[in-house]
């Protein structure tokens, strides 16, 4: 088992017990915020239990269980590739991989910027799908799971939740051609964490990971910018800067922990607050590791921040 710290060991008598599935390697995924969010906000609702699976960790990382133990399995898939190795995962556990073969077992369900951009290819597997910010499901899974009687009634309830896709009540009509033509059943709305009260952070602390020398901060969510072809500006409009002072209790959480502070936001330099940010950054003693960097918006103040930190090399876009 791997080194951590702040994992998160519940009890899982009496609760909803998902199974939190990145699909691919440890190494990969615990450098993947999503993942941390989830992660967190189901552990803090005291009717649930998540426990961490990877595509190398078959049994959960919290108490070595096997995945048919838990009432849900949730993927959290940010690349379209590892939706392949969902479909190992289910195979390697011997549960049908098509939801209409599924009598009985786990649920499947799935979210992610993956399932957002476009959840089509992997709708058969899955009963339930996220569209969006992954924050605000724990109490609306919690309750749809302890007040239905069966599958149907279970996702009835879920699917009055905005963000939620259930593939069995809304599905292409394909032509003749294999072209989508339209939807039938109710369009679901992606699901929006606005004000970013809350932003994406580090919660279990590993150095067995791609990013393990930082502590990552999520500084803003979406972009100002909505360069038409981007993906990040679809999956996460509107742009949200994280407030100053959220964002400077997270940044305490650094100090002393030997990590370099992972700035984590598609415009850095556009945090309405970013000049205040730098100087703060700086005052607590601690060192960066900037995202990409758009050109153009590169300022005085960051630049010293740079330097301060020992940055290297950036990468600007
Ligand atoms: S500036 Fe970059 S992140 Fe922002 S919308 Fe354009 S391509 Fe996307």
């Not at 005291?46 to 399995?73: A, N, W, Y």
Request: charge should be neutral.
């Amino acid at each position: 088992m791997p080194s951590e710290k702040n994992a998160i060991y519940k009890d899982p008598g009496g609760k909803l017990n998902i199974a939190l599935v990145y699909p691919n390697t440890y190494w990969v995924g615990m450098s993947n915020l999503g993942l941390h969010t989830v992660y967190s906000h189901l552990n803090a609702h005291p009717g649930i239990v998540c426990e961490r699976f990877f595509l190398d960790m078959q049994l959960s990382i919290e108490h070595s269980r096997p995945l048919q133990d838990f009432h849900m399995i949730a993927f959290t898939i940010p690349y379209e590739l590892d939706w392949i190795n969902a479909v190992k995962i289910l195979i390697e556990n011997k549960i049908p991989v098509k939801r209409m073969d599924r009598k009985s077992g786990p649920i499947v369900i799935a979210g992610g910027p993956s399932i957002t951009l476009n959840p089509e290819p992997i709708a058969d597997s899955m009963d339930a799908l996220f569209l969006g910010d992954g924050e605000g499901f724990a109490e609306k899974l919690h309750e749809s799971f302890f007040d239905s009687g069966d599958m149907n009634e279970f996702l009835e309830r879920l699917s009055s939740a905005r963000g939620i896709y259930v593939p069995s009540f809304t599905y292409p009509k394909v032509s003749d051609d294999n072209a989508i033509t339209s939807f039938v059943g109710p369009r679901p709305i992606i699901s929006v964490t606005n004000p970013l009260d809350s932003p994406a952070h580090t919660a279990i602390i590993t150095s067995e990971t791609v990013f393990g020398d930082m502590f990552m901060i999520e500084t803003a969510r979406g972009c100002p910018w909505k360069c038409k072809f981007c993906s990040a500006k679809a999956v996460y409009s509107p742009y949200r800067p994280a407030p100053l002072d959220v964002v400077e209790n997270l940044f305490d959480k650094v100090l002393g922990s030997g990590l370099k502070l992972g700035l984590v936001s598609s415009a850095l330099n556009d945090h309405p607050k970013a000049d205040d940010m730098y100087s703060m950054i700086t005052r607590k003693g601690l060192k960066i590791a900037p995202p990409s960097l758009r050109i153009g918006r590169i300022t005085d103040g960051l630049i010293e921040l740079l330097r301060y930190s020992k940055v290297r090399g950036v990468t600007l876009a």
